[in-house]
């Protein structure tokens, strides 16, 4: 059974950094590309990143460039979403997923259930 488990997510102040983690089981991430997700109340689901299967190529919407890193261990089945430098309007629900590169939540399959992200003094 494909299963992902987001982690990370809470309450941090404005310039606060996260780390989220998207851990998987069930299947081996190595053949999929990841992407992180986000959505916000009353918005669509927003591709913030996606990272490739196999050389790593690595996409960041305009709005987190320099500030978000994503990054993957294969051997530890989990791929990683470094937030720095928070803003308010970074609070959302992230989601992991697995699929085809790329930042259409169309290419993705397989998701998780998602962690709380809060920006707030």
């Known amino acids: 059974q494909v299963q992902f488990v987001e982690s990370g997510g809470g309450l941090v102040q404005p310039g606060g950094s996260l780390r989220l983690s998207c851990a998987a089981s069930?299947?081996?991430?190595?053949?999929?590309?990841i992407g992180w997700f986000r959505q916000a109340p009353g918005k669509e689901r927003e591709g913030v990143s996606c990272?490739?299967?196999?050389?790593?190529?690595?996409y960041y919407t305009d709005s987190v460039k320099g500030r978000f890193t994503i990054s993957r261990d294969n051997a530890k089945n989990t791929v990683y979403l470094q937030m720095n430098s928070l803003k308010p309007e970074d609070s959302a629900v992230y989601y992991c997923?697995?699929?085809?590169?790329?930042?259409?939540?169309?290419?993705?399959?397989?998701w998780g259930r998602g962690t709380q992200v809060i920006v707030a003094s």
């Open positions: 990272i490739s299967s196999s050389d790593g190529i690595t």
């Open positions: 069930g299947f081996t991430m190595d053949y999929y590309a």
């Open positions: 997923a697995a699929g085809l590169y790329g930042s259409s939540p169309t290419n993705y399959d397989s």
